[in-house]
């Protein structure tokens, strides 16, 4: 071999011994294959991607350190770790230096709250019409035995299986568990006992949440098959709530996008429109009145962009407020369950049903939560992104809508006060999720199985993960670091206020609170002319979800778009 650094020479060699794909940036952070020695030339080659310059004398001496590397790094990669075993470090949204929030007290930990009584609705003449009714109303008609468990879950299995071959929604529907739920449910009221406001309602989970007896596939091929002894914690909860579930739905692969291994799943309102992802099958399933309600996830809009797409209500809570256990982990640092549904009372409800500690994921905390529709807008200090409102750009065809939403939220007494987005680095944060789902799924990469996944873009997973092994861990543990002050700065900014009305797109929001771990509250605030929704966002304070949640309903109640359906 040549001693003179010559690049291509180098990318030859290692291309002809089977590196080109996994040659890694500065120290060769990867694995070397087949024994191929490590040089102060392949140093050289190296540092070229990591942005680094060496001296001749430095590549030598750094040699056999990099030589004992490779070792601790192949001995790592004889270890199977499976996808459920988090790290041993954890993100805390209050662990950083000078962030103080007091935890909401009191209440059960993951109880439902009670839905407001009113007048129960009256039984149509058709089950079928109840399709697109709120949990709220259809847990009344259950309670009062106007409707009992049984047939709504016949006609919410019967509309799963009509509606998916168009809509894409479903992975598996769990006829035998959900019929034999809604039984005892049934039994259940008849002997007095009511579990309370999700007694007897049909849902459905994401395809990232563990169910005992079912394919957990996590939306991809290389999974397809795979099954879980125990349930996910959300499905033992809501179980315990006496929900029942009738299918698992879709999510794009590996929480990604709207495309499976199944195709792409639809927007209920425009056929020929994904639903967005990754929720992509929870989001369109409540929408088109094929589940009660359904179960998300978002680690970078996974749930706001299905939400937005879709006219669906979506809460994505604090980081750190839903057991995770039994959820497939994209990056433990962000990933967020949370509800999809068709009001903002009836994600309060679920919400109360499956936040608080399990004991198991060492990320949540136990906190009060006590859903008070009550709550006058004119108490709440709400604050408003008035450049993003106010910015004049073509591309900003909601602007329509989402000055509207300001006016309603005046007119129910809300004195609305201009903030501003952080200004940060945020695009730099895009390391972390980018270096945790590598390595959520390092052994995916490495055995070369991702090659039966469905997507092959440069966009997509396969193509990410490649190219995430080259991100050296001191440049990780740094953007971190920049995570820490991005933190602190909306802390600050939230000290100010209970909730933020904003356009869901249009800044950096989205990135920043899904860093941060703030709550928010995405739900439809009107229609464009082809008949298709957009959405609002309002965003809380770390544990705010009570205050939030209240703004969002009062918002809700005095427009009415979550009542529009498609009409399928």
Known sequence: MTTRYDRRAFMGYFASIGLGSTLLPGVLWGRVADGAEITAETVACAEEIAGLSFEPDEREMMVKELRDQAGQIAELHAIPIANAVPPALAFDPFGVAGIDVELPAGGAEHAAPPPRRGPPPSRPARVEELAFMTVAELSELVRTRRVSSVELTTMYLDRLERLDPSLHFAVTITRDRALAQARERDAELARGHWRGPLHGIPWGAKDLLAVKGYPTTWGTGPFRTQTFDEDATVVTRLDEAGAVLVAKLTLGELAYGDVWFGGMTRNPWKLDQGSSGSSAGSASATVAGAVGFAIGSETLGSISSPATRTGATGLRPTFGRVPR???????????????????????????????????????????????????????????????????????????????????????????????????????????????????????????????????????????????????????YINANRLRTLVMRQWHELMRDYDVIVTPTGGSAQLVATNYTGHPAVILPNGYRPDGTPVSVTFLGKLYGEEKLLALAHAYQRATGFHRRHPAL
């Not at 529709?373 to 450049?387: C, D, E, N, Q, T």
């Not at 004049?392 to 609305?416: C, H, I, M, Q, W």
């Open 325 to 475: 256990t039994g959820a497939m982990a994209l990056s433990w640092s962000m990933d967020k369950l949370g509800p999809l549904c068709r009001s903002v009372e009836d994600c309060a409800l679920v919400f109360g049903a499956i936040q608080g500690p399990d004991g198991r994921d060492r990320t949540v905390r136990g906190a009060g939560f006590a859903w008070d529709p009550a709550i006058a807008p004119s108490s709440l200090r709400v604050g408003y992104f008035a450049k993003v409102f106010d910015r004049d750009d073509e591309r900003y065809t909601n602007k329509p809508f989402d000055l509207a939403t300001l006016d309603v939220l005046r007119s129910l007494g809300v004195t609305l006060r201009p903030a501003e987005v952080p200004e940060a680095k945020y695009g730099a944060l895009g390391l972390i999720l980018s270096a945790e789902a590598a390595a959520a799924f390092d052994e995916l990469t490495r055995s070369g199985k991702d090659a039966a996944m469905t997507r092959q873009t440069a966009e997509a997973w396969p193509n990410l993960f490649r190219a995430a092994r080259f991100i050296p861990a001191v440049d």
